[in-house]
C-alpha cells in the first residue's frame, strides 16, 4: 500500500462516537494507512457525525462541508461521512449533501478500508436506506448476546464480531487452534504498533487517537427504553452488552498506553448484564477494572434512576479506584412531563434517590441533563422543575429546549409550545442551573479532592485568588470529561499530565475549581501542609 495513503477521523458528539472513531482507526491501521490528526494533510477526511439533536446536526453538516472546502486547496481528495447521522439518514444525507464523496452506516464499518480504497479511487459506494435497527436482534435481551454475532449484526465500538477457532480477524494474525493470549497477540508480525492486541472470543481492534489520560471504554450499544423524545433506539438498535471479558482485556491495553481514566459509556450503563443472564454483572466487573494496573480511576457514565439498584450504588461509593459519580439521567421532574417522556419518577422520588446516594458518599458528584418546553409542559410544571434542582444540589446541569426529533413518539404530540416560548424557558432554567452549580462548588471549598493531572490551563482565570499562568489543569472525582468543569491547580508543583494528586479547593468559578495541591498520590508531599 503506498505510503501517502493517508485519513484524518474527524470526531463529533459524545464519547461513544470517540470510541467509534478509535475502533476504525484500528482497522484502518491494521489496514496500512496512514493516520494523520489534521484532515488538510490527508488523501480522505472521514467524519464521525452526531444524529443526537437538531444542533448537533447542524454541527456535524457544517464538518463535512469545512472538510469538503480542503479539496479545493489541499491535499485531501475525498470526505466521507460515517456515524450517527450517517446511519440514521443514509441516503437521504448523501441526496442532500453532494459534498460528501460517501456516506458509510454502521454496517461498513468492518469494510472500512476497502470502502474508503473505493472512494478514494474514485469509485462510489451506494449509501444505504436507513432501517429501525431494533428489529435486527430478538425481542428478549437473553437471546441477543450470540445472536448479534450470529447474525452479523453491526456492534459499534465493539471490535470484531465473534470469529471461528483459528479464523482470520481482518488486520491481525490467524492464530493455529483458536484465540491467542493477550500477552501473545502484540508480536505478531501483522498487527501494527499502537493498535489494541485481539483477545477472547470477541477481539478489539483500536488506535488511540490522542495522548489524554483518560479514555472511555464501550459496555455496550443500543438501548431498549423507549423515551418518546429520543430516537437513539432506532438507529443505535437494541441493547446488547459487551461480554466482561473484552472490557477488561481493553482496560488493560488502554492502561499499557497511558490511561489513567476509565469512562464507561453506552446509552444505558444501568442495564448493563441483562442480556448476559446477569443485570448485577456491572457490580461484580468494577472492582476487577479499578484493580488492573496503571489504572487509578474508573468512572461510569449514563445511569438511568429507575434501574439504580441500591447494590450498584454501594458498588460506586464504596470501591477504591471507582469514582463515585452519579450521571443520572432525570429529564424533568414533573410527574405529568415525565409519564409523557415515557419516564419514571418525580420530585420526591429523585431526592430521595439523592439522599441515599449522598448518605453513602457525602462527596459523591450528581449530573444530569433537562428537557424544558415538552409538549403540554405548564408553568406549574416547570415551577415543580425548578423546585427539584433548588434543593438537589447538582455538581452540573445540562439544560436543552425541545424539539421534534424524526420518528419519535413526541413528535406527533399535541401541546407543542411555540418556539420562542420554548427559548425563554430554556434560557429561564439555564439561568437557574448556572446559579445553582456555582453554589455547589462554592461548598466544596475547603474539601480534599483528588484530581487527575490531564493538561496545562490554556486560560487561566483573571482573578486575584485565580491561578496565575502556566497552572495545570484536571479533574476531581466529580467532574467527568468535557461536562463537568475542570479544576486548575495552582502552579509550581511540577506535577505532569497523568498524575493523580490530592489537592485542597480554595477557590471556586462556575462548575470550575481551584486547589491547591498536597500531594501526588504515590509520591512524596507536594507542600508544607501535607507534612503537618
Known sequence: ?????????????????????????????????????DAADADIAVVNTCGFVEAAKKDSVDALLEANDLKDHGRTRAVVAVGCMAERYGKELAEALPEADGVLGFDDYAHISDRLRTILAGGVHAPHTPRDRRKLLPISPAQRAEAA????????????????????????????????????????????????????????????LGTSPVASVKLASGCDRRCSFCAIPSFRGSFVSRRPADVLAETRWLAGQGVREVVLVSENNTSYGKDLGDIRLLETLLPELAAVDGVERVRVSYLQPAELRPGLIDVLTSTDKVAPYFDLSFQHAAPGVLRAMRRFGDTERFWELLERIRARAPQAGVRSNFIVGFPGETERDLAELERFLGAARLDAIGVFGYSDEDGTEAAAYDGKLDPEEVAERLERVSRLAEELTAQRAEERLGETVTVLVEEVAEDPWEAEDGPSEGAMAGRAAHQAPETDGQTVLTPGHGLAPGTMVEAKVVAAQGVDLVAEPLRPLHGGPCTEEADR
Open 1 to 37: 500500500m503506498p505510503e501517502s495513503r493517508t485519513v484524518a477521523l474527524v470526531t463529533l458528539g459524545c464519547a461513544r462516537n470517540e470510541v467509534d472513531s478509535e475502533e476504525l482507526a484500528g482497522r484502518l491501521a491494521a489496514d496500512g494507512w496512514q493516520l494523520v490528526e
Open 149 to 208: 454475532s450470529g447474525a452479523g449484526v453491526a456492534l459499534p465500538g465493539h471490535g470484531q464480531e465473534a470469529t471461528p477457532d483459528g479464523a482470520r480477524v481482518e488486520g491481525v494474525a490467524s492464530v493455529p487452534g483458536g484465540p491467542a493470549s493477550p500477552a501473545d497477540l502484540p508480536d505478531l508480525p501483522d498487527l501494527p504498533e499502537g493498535v489494541a492486541p485481539a483477545s477472547g472470543p470477541r477481539p478489539p481492534l483500536r488506535r488511540r
